[in-house]
């Protein structure tokens, strides 16, 4: 006979009511962080970038440059360049941005400092349904119900604020005001989402082991850092794992009731994995709750019965329907459609150290205090895989941790963007919390809780300090410009391994010194002769180690800005998108 878990009965609605204010906050608190601004233009370009003449330039370049991209953006050679071979100069003086910095002053009026969200609203743009176009032309990850659900969201927040919807680009680009509105009320979903979920956590949770494990559950959920960070950008990641949310909760409730036809919690639960996977295509795998529900429902060894093989063919014939209402264009575009997505997964890189990346790198960071250790002494409770729900959310848990080696390095915070493993770990540390609070370690084990939720409350708020700064003129990469602009003589030669963007720069005017792009390969060579001074904003690991050589040998630091609060006390500053450090170096003499 399958046992449960004890269950304190209590109503849970008010605690996953007040896990998911917590939750909205966290995730509200810094959500206008990086947004386009005329201001943050003029920090940058001089004021002729912002006449009506050059504006419409930009706009005419812009519809070029995506006619240039062709059918399929993602193919296109362009879309994956630096926008700039080997290296480029630009002399001081300019009023109009010369060709290599027209992409650039068109950036700073309609990009937001996180590059990937400007890509979320050209996918929305895309889809048309008056015109039966459905394709956002993004595929691995993405689905186009995600960003039908993103525009409907965005129509509906424009009828409560002045946010206008158009389908002309020009409007927005001589309007900034307006594309900070679009951003704005794009991330607002994210901010809806991360308090939904921590809700469903919670509620889910007590239905299945209980208040009180509900209600850390829920906790753990709405304060890990990884969730509070990724709820401050744009992706589908959170609309597919609410929809995985409720595939667990019908899958559960069907294993719980495990001699009775529940022919309408199985077709729910199809419906569930079908919109999850019409959202992001890569929770197809979150059919792994299916089989294993028809597991604990089976006949002896393994025998299922034959009610509910037809009650799970059902479930995924109607998910696959569902999948293909919501993402038509693999039907009516079919086999191009199909390579596309063929050829964008054959990017992943496979490696199976990914997975101890995830388990000793990415989950420490991204998930509470002691959350691990909780996770492991549940899946070391013979009670909890004996209770159908335990069973699934272990199962859940372990298949996401397992399928790591899919994953981008898993060590980076906004990489657990690709694990959707999270609920089913918040469910079992919860499990795990209240179990060892109903013996003689009850204290110990509140306490223990407590220090987790605290510690995740101070890193996330951490993340949301550093996305505030981003939100007005104090950033680190204003700082950074002021003192550029103070300390370093008009005329004189700054480098730079990027074109310059909202994400990547130090905020100084461009147009009084004479700037240098290379190329980081070529930068790093000892026979190339360096600029003069170096400024290096977000730099990723990789391009740090490239360079570590270089400017060890040639370079000395002459002024940095850094995220407040980082490590030891915060996250790694590396891996902020809010308030990034800025390095500025000097060629030794």
Not at 367 to 388: M, V
């Amino acid at each position: 006979m399958i046992q449960s878990l004890p269950v304190n009965i209590a109503p849970p609605r008010r605690d996953a009511a007040w896990v998911a204010l917590l939750a909205a906050f966290l995730a509200a608190w810094g959500i206008s962080w990086g947004l386009p601004s005329a201001e943050r233009a003029l920090r940058v370009f001089p004021p002729e970038t912002a006449t009506p003449r050059f504006l419409a330039h930009l706009a005419d370049t812009w519809r070029q440059r995506q006619a240039d991209f062709g059918a399929e953006p993602m193919l296109s050679k362009g879309l994956w360049t630096l926008g700039f071979e080997r290296e480029a100069t630009v002399e001081p003086g300019w009023t109009t941005p010369p060709p290599v910095l027209e992409n650039s002053s068109r950036s700073f009026l309609v990009r937001s400092a996180f590059e990937d969200e400007s890509n979320m609203l050209i996918a929305v743009a895309r889809i048309k349904p008056h015109r039966l176009e459905f394709n956002p032309r993004l595929y691995t990850g993405y689905g186009a119900a995600y960003f039908m659900t993103l525009g409907a969201w965005m129509a509906l927040v424009s009828l409560m604020t002045p946010l206008r919807l158009v389908r002309d680009f020009a409007f927005y680009l001589a309007r900034p005001d307006q594309m900070w509105w679009l951003y704005l009320s794009a991330r607002l979903s994210g901010v809806f989402l991360h308090a939904l979920i921590a809700a469903l956590v919670a509620g889910i949770g007590a239905r299945f082991w209980g208040r009180r494990a509900g209600l850390w559950a829920g906790l753990f959920f709405a304060v890990a850092p990884a969730n509070v960070m990724l709820a401050h950008i744009l992706k589908p990641r959170a609309l597919g794992t609410a929809w995985l949310c409720g595939l667990f909760y019908f899958c559960a409730r069907i294993a719980e009731a495990r001699d009775e036809d529940r022919r309408a919690d199985w077709l729910w639960a199809g419906a569930m994995l079908g919109m999850a996977a019409a959202a992001t295509n890569l929770l197809w795998d979150a059919g792994v709750l299916l089989l294993a529900t028809l597991w604990l429902r089976r006949e002896g060894a393994f025998r299922p019965r034959a009610r509910d093989l037809s009650r799970f063919a059902q479930a995924m014939a109607l998910s696959i329907a569902l999948f293909f209402v919501l993402n038509p264009f693999f039907l009516i575009e079919g086999r191009p459609a199909w390579h596309m997505m063929f050829l964008s997964k054959n990017h992943a890189d496979l490696h199976f150290a990914q997975i101890g990346r995830l388990v000793f790198g990415g989950l420490p960071k991204g998930l509470p205090l002691t959350l691990e250790l909780w996770l492991a002494a549940a899946l070391l409770t013979p009670a909890l895989w004996a209770s159908p729900a335990g069973f699934l959310a272990a199962v859940a848990a372990l298949f996401y941790i397992a399928i790591a080696f899919s994953m981008q390095d898993a060590r980076l915070l906004v990489n657990l963007r690709h694990f959707y493993g999270l609920p089913f770990v918040c469910w079992l540390a919860g499990a795990a919390v209240a179990r060892a609070a109903e013996g003689r370690w009850r204290r110990p084990a509140h306490a223990a809780a407590v220090l987790s939720v605290a510690a995740a409350l101070w890193l996330s708020a951490v993340i949301d300090l550093n996305f505030h700064r981003e939100t007005g003129a104090g950033s680190t990469k204003d700082l950074a410009g002021a003192w550029i602009e103070r300390n370093i003589p008009a005329g004189a030669e700054i480098g730079m391994i990027k074109l310059p963007q909202p994400g990547n720069c130090a905020y100084f005017r461009l147009d009084r010194y004479r700037l240098r792009f290379v190329e980081v390969q070529l930068l790093a060579q000892e026979q190339v002769a360096g600029p003069e001074y170096l400024v290096l904003t977000a730099l990723s690991k990789e391009h740090e180690d490239a360079l570590a050589p270089l400017l060890r040998a040639r370079y000395s630091l002459v002024h940095e800005e850094r995220p407040v609060l980082t490590r030891p006390f915060g996250p790694p500053a590396r891996e902020l998108f809010g308030n990034p450090p800025v390095y500025i170096f000097r060629k030794s003499a």
